[in-house]
C-alpha cells in the first residue's frame, strides 16, 4: 500500500502527503485548541475549531511553500523536480538526479529555510500593522482577534519550519548541507550520505529522549511542546532511515527507464491455450508470479497460478486462458522512469501502446540496483 496521498499539482510539480501528515494536524489544531482556549476563554467551541482549522491549513500552506522553494531552486540550478512528498514537518522533493555539485546542493537545501523565515517575517510585520505593537504574553493576545492570532501562529510556525529544518539531520535542509560538505572533503557521495545519515539518526533519538523527559519533568515546557519535540525526533530519525534508502535507490535509478531494465525476452501466454494445457507448460515448474496472456502481441491480461486454482479442475480442459485473465493491476510504458514504480513493482507489463513490448520483475530491478553500488564503491576505491 502506498503511504501517500495526491492532493494536487503546484507550478507543475505533483504534491502529496505522507500519512505521518495527519499526526501533524491533528497536534497542530489540538496544540491551537489547548492555546486557543487558554487565550480567548470567551471564544465558543466551534469558533475554537474553526480557528483550530484554519492555522492547521496554514502551517500545511507553509509546508508547501517551503517545498516549492526547494523545487525552484533545483529547477533553477538545472536539476527537474516532478513531485514532492510533505512529511511531520518538513518534506522530500524527489529530483530526477542528485544535485551535480556539493555547491548546487547547498544552494538547493538553504533556499527553502531562506523562504520561510522570509514568510514568517512578512507575517509578523502583517500582524503588526494591522493590530500595533506585538502582544508581550498570553494575556495579551486577545487584543489580536481570531484572524491576527492565526497569521501570527502561521508567522511563528514559519521559524519553527525554518529552525527544524536547519538541524544538522539529513534528510532536513541542515543535513543535505551537512552531507554536501562531507560530499565535498570526501569526494564520495556514497560515504557522505552514510554518514549524515547515521548523525541524523542520532540526533533524531536524542530528541526523543529529550521530549519524553520534557514530558515527565515537573518544570518542562509543557505536555504540547514535549509532544512535539519528541514527534520531531521521531520523524528525524525514521526520515533519515528512509532517506538514505531512498537516495541510494535514487541514485542507482536516476534516468533509469523500463525500457532498459525490462526483459525482452519474456515467457507470455497465448490467449486462446486451454487452462489445462498452460497449467502443464507454464505453471508445472513452480512460476508463482503472474504471467502475461497475449493474443498475438497483444496483452489481453495477466494470469497466475492462484487464478488457475480458483477454477475447478474438471473445467480446465473447456476453459480458454483469455476468458480467467485479469486486468493487471499496473502497465507502463518503455519510457516510464523505473524509479516511479519502486514502492509497488513486483511483476508489471510493459506496453507500447495495447502491444506488450517486456516484463519488468522486481528482482532484475534490485539486481541493478546491487550491481550499480558495487560499480560506485569500486570506483571510489579506486579514486582513494
Ligand atoms: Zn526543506
Redesign the pocket.
Known amino acids: 500500500m502506498s503511504r501517500r496521498i495526491t492532493v494536487g499539482r503546484f507550478l507543475g510539480v505533483e504534491v502529496a502527503l505522507d500519512w505521518s501528515w495527519i499526526i501533524t494536524f491533528v497536534l497542530a489544531a489540538w496544540t491551537l485548541v489547548s492555546l486557543g482556549a487558554r487565550v480567548m476563554p470567551n471564544l465558543g467551541p466551534l469558533p475554537l475549531a474553526l480557528l483550530a482549522v484554519a492555522s492547521a491549513a496554514g502551517l500545511f500552506t507553509s509546508l508547501v511553500l ?2 516549492l522553494a ?1 523545487g525552484l531552486a533545483a529547477r533553477a540550478s538545472g536539476v527537474p523536480v516532478r513531485h514532492m512528498t510533505l512529511f511531520l514537518l ?2 522530500i522533493t524527489d529530483r530526477e538526479r542528485t544535485p551535480g555539485s556539493p555547491r548546487v546542493e547547498i544552494a538547493c ?1 538553504i533556499a ?2 531562506l523562504a520561510s523565515v522570509a514568510l514568517g517575517v512578512l507575517a509578523i510585520l502583517a500582524v503588526a500593522i494591522a493590530d500595533g505593537p506585538m502582544p508581550r504574553g498570553f494575556d495579551d493576545l486577545d487584543r489580536l482577534g481570531a484572524p491576527g492570532v492565526v497569521v501570527l501562529f502561521v508567522g511563528l510556525a514559519n521559524f519553527v519550519i525554518a529552525a527544524v ?1 536547519l538541524l544538522p539531520a539529513y534528510p ?2 541542515g543535513g543535505r548541507v551537512v552531507r554536501a560538505l562531507f560530499w565535498g572533503a570526501t569526494g564520495d557521495v556514497e560515504r557522505a550520505t552514510r554518514w549524515s545519515a547515521w548523525l541524523a539518526q542520532v540526533i533524531g533519538w536524542l530528541l526523543v529522549v529529550v521530549g519524553i523527559s520534557f514530558a515527565f519533568s515537573t518544570r518542562g515546557p509543557g505536555t504540547a511542546a514535549a509532544m512535539w519535540t519528541a514527534f520531531v525526533g521521531w520523524f528525524i530519525a525514521s526520515a533519515a532511515a528512509q532517506g538514505y534508502e531512498g537516495v541510494r535507490i535514487q541514485d542507482a535509478l536516476a534516468g533509469v527507464t523500463a525500457s532498459r531494465l525490462m526483459r525482452r525476452a519474456f515467457v507470455a501466454i497465448p490467449a486462446d491455450l486451454t487452462v489445462d494445457s498452460a497449467m502443464r507448460s507454464f505453471f508445472a515448474q513452480g512460476e508463482s508470479r503472474a504471467i502475461p496472456v497475449v493474443d498475438g502481441e497483444d496483452l489481453l491480461g495477466m494470469v497466475s497460478f492462484a487464478d488457475v486454482q480458483e477454477l475447478s479442475a474438471d473445467r480446465w480442459r473447456s476453459t480458454r486462458v483469455r476468458e480467467i485473465a485479469v486486468r493487471p493491476e499496473k502497465m507502463v510504458s518503455p519510457r516510464t522512469p523505473v524509479v516511479d514504480l519502486i514502492d509497488t513493482l513486483e511483476r508489471v507489463p510493459v506496453v507500447e501502446g495495447v502491444r506488450l513490448v517486456g516484463v519488468l520483475d522486481r528482482d532484475d530491478v534490485m539486481r541493478f540496483i546491487e550491481a550499480f553500488e558495487m560499480r560506485s564503491s569500486r570506483e571510489a576505491a579506486v579514486r582513494t
Request: no cysteine; charged share 20%; aromatic share 0%.
Open positions: 517551503h517545498e526547494h518538513g518534506g537545501a527553502a529555510p529544518n532536513l535542509d
